[in-house]
């Protein structure tokens, strides 16, 4: 199971969130990124075994980060989180590589579920 986890979403909520789920379930979230620039350069830095993605963020969006970070590294594991009404946008995620989803507000089951799934 992956073990290292990057968390990018401009809402720090969301961050936090998702981070308390992911460390009371044993992972370490090893970067945080507020947008997908951030989130391609951490990435290059951390190397994480899995990347939480939200899709809508200032400076670069999610898809963009996604296929700028699976352009560097064919491998990355990133599981997309999208509101309600994205099915376009997650269709086209899934196309560009992203190996699941999860839909705000975020299920503490539904997270491991993703980070079993993927990993």
């Known amino acids: 199971m992956a073990k290292r986890i990057m968390i990018t979403d401009d809402a720090l ?3 936090v969130t998702l981070k308390n789920i992911l460390t009371q379930n044993g992972l370490e979230v090893v970067a945080e990124a507020s947008n997908g620039r951030e989130a391609v350069e951490l ?4 190397k994480p075994d899995l990347v939480f993605m939200d899709i809508t963020m200032p400076e670069m969006d999610g898809l963009e980060a996604l296929k700028a970070i699976r352009a560097k ?3 990355a594991k990133v599981v997309m989180c999208t509101a ?3 099915k376009q946008i997650v269709v086209e995620a899934i196309q ?3 190996k ?3 839909v705000k507000p975020f299920q503490p089951e539904r997270i491991m579920e993703a980070v079993q799934k993927v990993a």
Do not use: C, L, T, V
């Open 84 to 86: 309600m009404g994205q």
């Open 43 to 46: 990435y290059e830095q951390h």
């Open 96 to 98: 560009a590589g992203a």
């Open 73 to 75: 590294d064919p491998n």
């Open 13 to 15: 909520f969301m961050r």
């Open 100 to 102: 699941d989803f999860i």
